[in-house]
């Protein structure tokens, strides 16, 4: 299956941490890059990590040192560790996996950052 499906959200105060995952089904080979995106409320959806197939990684600025970005050895679960919440995090967060040509995209799972 190569809908991803995110899980790890929830509700968390001001400066504590969270561990999304990102799970896919589809043959490694296929995967080229793993993002995660964010949506607050009445804002666009914005690019928060990314990760090639290579491993090289990119951040948003508003979350760099505090986010990261990783995969399991299989390279199919892609996580993001987030630190240092603020409530500005506050978001639904999805995952994206370009497989092949062709973006793949979750539902989505709610972060909810109390200050």
């Known amino acids: 299956q190569v809908q991803p499906v995110e899980s790890g959200g929830g509700l968390v105060q001001t400066g504590g941490s969270l561990r999304l995952s990102c799970a896919t089904s589809t043959s490694i080979s296929r995967i080229n890059r793993m993002t995660w995106y964010r949506q607050a409320p009445a804002k666009q959806r914005e690019a928060v990590a990314g990760i090639t197939r290579f491993g090289g990684t990119n951040y948003a600025d508003s979350v760099k040192g505090r986010f990261t970005i990783s995969r399991d050895n299989a390279k199919t679960t892609m996580y993001l560790e987030m630190n240092s919440l603020k409530p500005e995090d506050t978001a639904v967060y999805y995952c994206?996996?370009?497989?092949?040509?062709?973006?793949?995209w979750g539902q989505g799972t709610q972060v909810t950052v109390s200050s």
């Open positions: 994206a996996v370009l497989v092949d040509t062709t973006w793949y």
